[in-house]
């Protein structure tokens, strides 16, 4: 039977308000089903923002500069209206398009969280930060350049003092060991023991009774001269230093020699021996 048709019988008046019923019945229940869950989502909208104020509370309590924020007032949801049947189809219609849009932005927060804004405040250094970390480094790294640089120059001029120190040592100690008279051949015997230490000063302490009678017995006159004479910088240390030194000698002897010049060349190792540089090792190069 159509909705325009008038029914007949009492049996087809009985079908209708069974039928009514029914749809009064349905319709009652879809518009409980709309009030529960437009009541679940305000409950929830509820729940969120009384989750945000706790977190805001508990970062401001945890935060030295604390920033106000304003929170938004939550408006209290109006009592709802009686709804009729007819309207029950568009209300469910409404609510689940609000559930739907509810739900996609329910995991996008409009408000940024507090304890977000912190961090990135706390993380992100400043410019003026950045600038004096680096001035800092580039002087630390000037610092180090500098007393890099000054150390060279110190061992610099430190090895030039010991190669001085040392050259003068051996230019002396040839002449003294070479510069010889038989008239006073003792004493320049003990000058040579005098500047010689070491290997050389042992040697030559053993042989110094025959050394002194030759000279004198074959009266040995000799006067020496240094010519050249360069220190191995690759030997130099605090304490010695080996110096090649070429010799010059004019010697007059018993033998005939009359101021006959000869020309020796020595490879002298000095050595400090109590503060002074003597004579530690010599040897005679062809």
């Known amino acids: 039977m159509s909705d325009g048709e008038i029914p007949a019988t009492p049996a087809d008046i009985r079908s209708l308000a069974d039928q009514a019923e029914a749809e009064a019945a349905e319709a009652e229940a879809l518009a409980a089903a709309a009030r529960a869950r437009a009541r679940a989502i305000e409950l929830r909208r509820e729940a969120e923002q009384a ?32 709804e009729t049947a007819a309207d029950t189809v568009e209300l469910v219609g409404e609510s689940d398009a609000e559930a739907d849009a509810e739900t996609a932005l329910a995991p996008v927060s409009a408000r940024p969280r507090p304890w977000d804004r912190i961090a990135g405040r706390r993380g992100r250094p400043k410019r003026s930060t950045i600038a004096t970390v680096l001035a800092a480094l580039v002087i630390l790294g000037a610092l180090a350049g500098s007393g890099y640089m000054l150390k060279e120059h110190r061992d610099a001029v430190r090895q030039r003092q010991l190669v001085a120190e040392f050259n003068a040592a051996a230019r002396q100690g040839v002449v003294t060991l070479t510069s010889l008279d038989f008239n006073n051949a003792k004493r320049d015997v003990q000058r040579i023991l005098d500047n010689s230490t070491g290997t050389f000063k042992d040697d030559f302490t053993k042989t110094v009774d025959d050394f002194t009678k030759v000279v004198e017995q074959s009266k040995v006159i000799s006067q020496a001269s240094i010519a050249e004479s360069a220190v191995d910088r690759d030997s ?33 190792t000095v050595a400090r021996d109590g503060g002074q540089l003597k004579i530690a090792k010599v040897e005679f190069v062809p």
């Open 51 to 82: 989750e945000a104020r706790q977190a805001e509370a508990a970062v401001e309590e945890a935060s030295p500069e604390p920033e106000p924020e304003t929170e938004p007032e939550t408006a209290e949801p109006e009592p709802a209206e009686p």
């Open 236 to 268: 130099v240390t605090e304490n010695s230093a080996v110096v090649l030194v070429a010799s010059t000698q004019e010697v007059t002897n018993a033998a005939g020699a009359k101021k006959d010049p000869r020309t020796y060349r020595l490879i002298v």
